[in-house]
């Protein structure tokens, strides 16, 4: 099974690019940063992957690896994918760090939302 360590030099951005649309997909999802942020084992993280992002989750893991995806492989290899990321520091930094910017901006909302009246 090929993993994205296994990716180096132009391949590596090649992969990146083609993987960042629907990684950020699932992180701008408010209920997947909160699955994020409980920092839970990957498995409950993978769980709500599936659920609730499974065009996504198909998109990435094949990517990374075009063996097809099948009841007995998905879960070992999202699980694998979201472990390869917990362990590698700076890829870790930076999606959590993308959670937040995310959060911020969702939470700060328009300023002028709620200075305008509302006509009647």
Partial sequence: MKKLSDYKDEE??????????PVS????????????????APIVTAKEILK???????EI???IDDTPLTGLNIVTRLISV??????????????????????ESVSSGSPT????????
């Fill in 12 to 21: 590596a951005i090649e992969l990146w690019a083609d993987l960042l649309d």
């Fill in 82 to 103: 979201l472990s390869d990321i917990g362990k590698d520091k700076d890829v870790k930094d930076f999606f959590e760090y993308v959670v937040q910017v995310t959060k």
């Fill in 61 to 63: 893991l094949l990517r």
């Fill in 25 to 40: 997909k699932i992180l701008t999802d408010k209920e997947m940063q909160a699955v994020l942020r409980s920092k839970k």
């Fill in 52 to 58: 609730k992002h499974q065009k996504e989750a198909s």
């Fill in 113 to 120: 939302e709620s200075t305008e009246e509302s006509v009647h």
